[in-house]
């Protein structure tokens, strides 16, 4: 099975600031599918942005986009403008190309301060 | 659309009870999987099936027994419960074919088992 690393368990940054999440991954694959995905404190698990392989261009959702780095297998999301309500965790998923299953890395916790 | 729904939401087992957590979706998905949480651990896949009749085992499947009799629902038995299986369980469902479909969680069943 592919493994997905967040290197960070716990980041911090101030309201308005940037912060970046890092997530390596491990696959032969040249196809796959990679995610974000956000759990805060109400448990549920919400879909931040996603990205195609096949797709040079990195993805941009709102004040999240990625840096896709796919000779690096490194898939890092940066959060622009941060809010109080971006605190939750951080997950970043692989998904083989022919398959259904997302592989997990362990979280990143992320803290806002004001 | 209710999306995924899943219940109990809290349940509180003895060791070597069993009990069924219900999975439910109303969005005409085939995919559909069950994943638990531990602290530290991220997602791990326990079961999947992509389609009514048809499931498999995932990374951790040991304990856990499902089957998918209708396109909506799929519950995961718990056999015999043991303290290890003391988690979040979290059901999703996505849209089967190749893209980068989104994974759709439940809100949980937080599960202790004493």
Known sequence: ?114 | NAGVTQTPKFQVLKTGQSMTLQCAQDMNHEYMSWYRQDPGMGLRLIHYSVGAGITDQGEVPNGYNVSRSTTEDFPLRLLSAAPSQTSVYFCASSRSGRGAYEQYFGPGTRLTVT
Not at chain 1, 85 to 108: E, H, I, P, Q, V
């Open chain 1, 1 to 114: 099975a592919q493994t997905v690393t967040q290197s960070q368990p716990e980041m911090s940054v101030q309201e308005a600031e940037t912060v970046t999440l890092s997530c390596t991954y491990d696959t032969s694959e040249s196809d796959y599918y990679l995610f974000w995905y956000k759990q805060p404190p109400s448990r549920q698990m919400i879909l931040v942005i996603r990205q195609e392989a096949y797709k040079q261009q990195n993805a941009t959702e709102n004040r999240f986009s990625v840096n896709f780095q796919k000779a690096a297998k490194s898939f890092s999301l940066k959060i622009s403008d941060s809010q109080l309500g971006d605190a939750a965790m951080y997950f970043c998923a692989y998904r083989s190309f022919s398959g259904y299953a997302l592989n997990f890395g362990k979280g990143t916790s992320l803290l806002v301060t004001p």
